[in-house]
């Protein structure tokens, strides 16, 4: 199957760290991706993982990779009200074609 | 380095009516995608172009939407007749086409449609 799968809502308190979840159902994804939707904007790119990886770190943000039960997570450390946003997961099919599958999004909600 | 262009950014019709959306990619990507992305859900793949030709359009209501990338370049999606259910944030995205993590999609401003 195609679906990749996160929770709706997250709500956080400035200066916390926030973790967001997904989870994938294709194993033979080669790179997996977060992306940030700000209202009004288009998606931009945080950061990815290759699927031979575990884990990757990129200043407050850290990936987790658990290809064994196909789950993504995405930590923010010390969240700010910047961060406020529409967070969606996406897989990369290992096709030649570079199709990506997007996960249904999290909203992150900051609160001063 | 400019981004990925689109046109317009919003755009109100009624049902039944035409539209065209203009996407204009990163200067020498040579993929380009439209997705769908309705209120609340994640951006859904309608067609995606290698160069001037078209790699993936199995989502693609063929019965109403077109899309081409004459040249490779500039891209035109249109919805003829539009429905209800159309309404949504079309989304251009293009990638440059060499290989790794790093080489993937950048993202336009959307065109936000709504259907009356």
């Known amino acids: 199957g195609e679906d990749v799968e996160q929770s709706l809502f997250l709500s956080v308190r400035e200066g916390d760290s926030s973790v967001i979840n997904c989870t994938y159902t294709d194993s033979s994804s080669t790179y997996l991706y977060w992306y940030k939707q700000e209202p009004g904007a288009g998606l931009q790119l945080l950061t990815y993982?290759?699927?031979?990886?575990d884990m990757k770190q990129d200043q407050r943000l850290t990936v987790l990779l658990n290809k064994k039960d196909k789950h993504l997570s995405l930590r923010i450390a010390d969240t700010q009200t910047g961060d406020s946003a529409i967070y969606f997961c996406a897989e990369r099919q290992p096709s030649g074609t570079y199709k990506y599958i997007f996960g249904t999004g999290t909203r992150l909600k900051v609160l001063a | 380095e400019a981004g990925v262009a689109q046109s317009p950014r919003y755009k109100i019709i009624e049902k039944r009516q035409s539209v065209a959306f203009w996407c204009n990619p990163i200067s020498g990507h040579a993929t380009l995608y439209w997705y769908q992305q309705i209120l609340g859900q994640g951006p859904k793949l309608l067609i995606q172009f290698q160069n001037n030709g078209v790699v993936d359009d199995s989502q693609l209501p063929k019965d109403r939407f077109s899309a081409e990338r004459l040249k490779g370049v500039d891209s035109t999606l249109k919805i003829q007749p539009a429905k209800l259910e159309d309404s949504a944030v079309y989304l251009c995205a293009s990638r440059a086409g060499t290989s790794g993590g790093t080489d993937t999609q950048y993202f336009g401003p959307g065109t936000r449609l709504t259907v009356l």
């Open positions: 993982i290759f699927s031979n990886m």
